[in-house]
């Protein structure tokens, strides 16, 4: 391990925004899951971005939006230190990052406890179908921490992944609310506020727009 990644993996463990759990996943529970509202002391809406790599969308939607309360979920130390560190640098009290594989995800949330789920640019496993975050495996976990009303936001650049999740979505019978084929070139009508988070680019989708690649935004309900 370089010097560098050991001294951000060191200064992780001093962030007060950053919780990096021991649990036994085969049976216990985190003493957060129930308790996100003590934890931000208020009870806005809890927004998950799971695979949030650097905190990026995580940072820039809480900096936006301080009603809401949000939490950037990955399991790689060293981009947590990252988010951890600006929303610290930018005294972001409404987030928080937390280091777990999604698929432990129920152990940090009760039923009902999470308004929005983000998926940004997650690896479209080309191989590996079950291992896709729309796949049904991932969707059943969501159903579990989602409310009735709750909403799952996918924004890609992969072809793959949209028309994979395109085809759960209409498999399952789920309701989409919005489906943007090129946000930069839509005549969707949409309302302000997603239309400012939608326009926010982190460092490699200002990459991918100069490399021409088109960037896909679905949105839907899967407890309805």
Avoid at 164 to 190: F, V
Wanted: charged share 30%.
């Amino acid at each position: 391990m370089g010097k560098d990644k050991l001294k951000r993996f060191n200064e992780n463990e001093t962030f007060q925004n950053l919780y990096q759990p021991t649990l036994q996943y085969n049976s216990e529970q985190s003493e957060l899951k129930g308790n996100w509202s003590k934890e931000f002391q208020n009870d806005n809406n809890i927004i998950l971005e799971l695979g949030c790599g650097r905190g990026e969308y995580t940072t820039s939607l809480a900096s936006r939006n301080h009603d809401k309360n949000y939490i950037g979920v990955d399991i790689k130390g060293a981009r947590l230190w990252r988010g951890a560190k600006t929303a610290l640098e930018n005294k972001l009290t409404n987030v928080r990052f937390l280091r777990t594989k999604v698929d432990f995800i129920t152990k940090f949330f009760e039923p009902g406890e999470v308004n929005e789920i983000w998926l940004t640019f997650s690896d479209p496993q080309p191989k590996k179908p079950r291992k896709r975050l729309t796949s049904p495996l991932f969707i059943e976990r969501y159903k579990k921490i989602l409310n009735q009303k709750g909403i799952i936001h996918l924004k890609t650049d992969s072809q793959l992944l949209y028309e994979y999740t395109h085809e759960q979505i209409q498999l399952h019978r789920y309701k989409i609310l919005h489906d943007i084929k090129n946000i930069d070139a839509t005549s969707e009508k949409i309302n302000e506020e997603l239309k400012e988070t939608l326009s926010y680019r982190t460092f490699y989708e200002e990459k991918w727009l100069k490399d021409g690649i088109k960037i896909k935004y679905l949105s839907f309900s899967i407890n309805s």
